[in-house]
C-alpha cells in the first residue's frame, strides 16, 4: 500500500521553524516525509534528521525523498521517546545544544489510518493491533485479552476521556470469558452493546472513537513517550533554536502546554515555600501568544486537520 499522508499546517511550520541553510532540525514524525522534506531543501547542506517508528513509512519516506532527489536526510527507525540517544548515534557533531529545531507531527498519518491491515480504523474488520511499531512488544489485542477490568476502565477514562469506560471494559472482560477478541471488528460491537441508545444515536464522532483512541494510546505508550521527549529534546536544542509541536486531542495538547509553561518559569517550588530550594531555571519562552489552529481553507481541503492545535517555544 502507498503511504500518503498530506503534511498538517506545514506553511505555519516552515514559517515558525525559521529553517536557514546550513542548520540541523529533527523531525521527531516523519510520516509521509512531507515536513521532512520541505525542510531538507530549505537548510541544504544542513541536515534533517528524521525518526519515525513505523517501518512502512520509512520505507515510503526513502523512496520519496530519492525520487526527488532529497541527499540530506538521516533517516532512523526508532521512537522519538530515544531522540537524545538517536542524535548522539547519528549525528554526534550535532548533538547536545547544537540542533536549529525540532519538530513533532503528533497522532495518526491518513496513510496509518487508511490501511484496514493496521487496526487502526473502525471502518474495516482488521486484526486488533493498533501499534506504530508492527514488530511492537504489545498489541491491542494483548490489552483487551489479558489486562483487569480495573486497568481497562483507567485506560480508557484517561485515555480516551470515555464517560461510559466502566461499562465498556465491564463488556470486554465478560466476552473474553467465551471469546477471543482478534479484531477490530468485535471490539466495536462489544462497544456497541455496551453504550445506552442515545449515545449511540449522537452526532458527530463515530460511538467507538474515544475507546479506540484510548487503547492505541495505551499500546504504543504515546503520553510517556511525549513526555520523554519533550525533556531530551530540549537538551538537544541550542539557543535560539525552535520546538514546535502540532496535537490533535486535548491529552497530546495539555502535556505540551504543561512542559512549555513549566520550562517558561524559574522556580517551580509551591507558593508557601518562602526560600526556592527547586534551582529550576527558565529555559523556553512560548513564540506564540495562543495555540495556532489551521486555517478554515486547510480544514476544508484536509478535514484531518481540523483537530491540529501548534505550540511553538524558543530556547532561552
Known amino acids: 500500500m502507498e503511504y500518503k499522508h498530506v503534511p498538517v499546517m506545514l506553511a505555519e511550520v516552515l514559517e515558525y521553524l525559521r529553517a536557514e541553510p546550513g542548520q540541523n532540525i529533527i523531525d521527531c514524525t516523519m510520516g509521509g516525509a512531507g515536513y521532512t522534506m520541505a525542510i531538507a531543501e530549505r537548510i541544504n547542506p ?10 512502512l513509512a520509512i520505507e515510503n519516506a ?34 547536545e545544544n547544537k ?23 473502525f471502518k474495516a474488520d482488521a486484526p486488533l493491533n493498533m501499534s506504530f511499531n508492527q514488530a511492537g512488544e504489545i498489541s491491542t489485542e494483548d490489552i ?20 461510559f469506560a ?3 471494559a465491564r463488556k470486554i472482560i465478560e466476552t473474553r470469558k467465551t471469546e477471543e477478541i482478534k479484531t477490530t471488528g468485535q471490539l466495536i460491537a462489544i462497544i456497541k452493546r455496551s453504550l445506552p441508545g442515545f449515545y449511540l444515536r449522537k452526532k458527530g464522532i463515530h460511538f467507538a ?55 517558561n518559569i524559574g522556580c517551580i517550588c509551591p507558593p508557601r515555600q518562602p526560600v ?13 501568544r495562543k495555540v495556532l489552529i489551521p486555517t478554515e481553507t486547510e480544514v476544508e481541503e484536509n478535514p484531518r486537520a481540523r483537530s491540529a492545535k501548534m505550540r511553538v517555544a524558543e530556547k532561552l
Open 166 to 168: 466502566h461499562k465498556i
Open 99 to 121: 540542533f536549529d529545531g525540532i519538530v513533532f507531527d503528533l497522532g495518526l498519518s491518513s496513510a496509518q489510518l487508511e490501511d484496514r491491515t493496521r487496526g487502526f480504523s
Open 46 to 55: 544542513g541536515k534533517v534528521l528524521a525518526i519515525d517508528l513505523d517501518q
Open 144 to 163: 483487551v485479552n489479558t489486562w483487569p477490568e480495573a486497568e481497562l476502565t483507567r485506560i480508557i477514562r484517561e485515555y480516551g476521556e470515555e464517560r
Open 276 to 288: 526556592c530550594q527547586c534551582e529550576h531555571e527558565a529555559s523556553l519562552k512560548s513564540v506564540t
Open 209 to 263: 472513537t474515544l475507546t479506540f483512541q484510548a487503547l492505541r494510546i495505551a499500546t504504543n505508550e504515546e503520553l510517556v513517550s511525549l513526555e520523554e521527549a519533550l525533556a531530551n529534546a530540549l537538551k538537544l536544542l541550542k539557543k535560539g533554536g525552535r520546538i514546535i509541536v502540532i496535537s490533535y486531542h486535548s491529552l497530546e495538547d495539555r502535556i505540551v502546554k504543561q512542559f512549555f509553561k513549566k520550562e
Open 62 to 95: 526513502k523512496k520519496i525523498l530519492a525520487k526527488n532527489k532529497i541527499k540530506n536526510v538521516i533517516i532512523v527507525n526508532d521512537n522519538f521517546r530515544n531522540i537524545k540517544k538517536i542524535a548522539e548515534e547519528n549525528m554526534e557533531s550535532a548533538a
